[in-house]
């Protein structure tokens, strides 16, 4: 089991930045594919980005792919999420998940831990 924060949200003009962070606690970091996940007011919870367990992989949802990037760093513990460019559409809780499988999936349902979310708003 993993114990998830995030942190580094805000209110940021369109076309700034934010960098999320996600600290993880537990020994078995490495075991975990970790994902990035977000959920606008009155919407469904949508898949944002992926990572495989060493780092080596990446997978990102079409509507942010070439603006934002995922990272990790196993020996620190802690899952990040650099966000350019960003945009209105951009506004909403973003979720930090781990899933044991490891891999790149999109799919909430095969995430077995979450952190409890950090608000990103982004104005015109």
């Known amino acids: 089991q993993v114990q998830l924060v995030e942190s580094g949200g805000g209110l940021v003009q369109v076309g700034g930045s934010l960098r999320l962070s996600c600290a993880v606690s537990?020994?078995?970091?490495?075991?975990?594919?970790m994902g990035w996940f977000r959920q606008a007011p009155g919407k469904q919870r949508e898949f944002v980005a992926a990572?495989?367990?060493?780092?080596?992989?990446?997978r990102y949802a079409d509507s942010v792919k070439g603006r934002f990037t995922i990272s990790r760093n196993n020996a620190n513990k802690t899952l990040n999420l650099q966000m350019n460019s960003l945009k209105p559409e951009d506004t909403a809780v973003y979720y930090c998940?781990?899933?044991?499988?490891?891999?790149?999936?999109?799919?909430?349902?095969?995430?077995?831990?979450w952190g409890q979310g950090t608000q990103v708003t982004v104005s015109a």
């Open positions: 998940a781990a899933n044991r499988g490891g891999g790149l999936s999109s799919l909430s349902r095969l995430y077995d831990n």
């Open positions: 537990g020994r078995t970091f490495d075991n975990y594919g």
């Open positions: 990572i495989t367990m060493s780092g080596s992989s990446t």
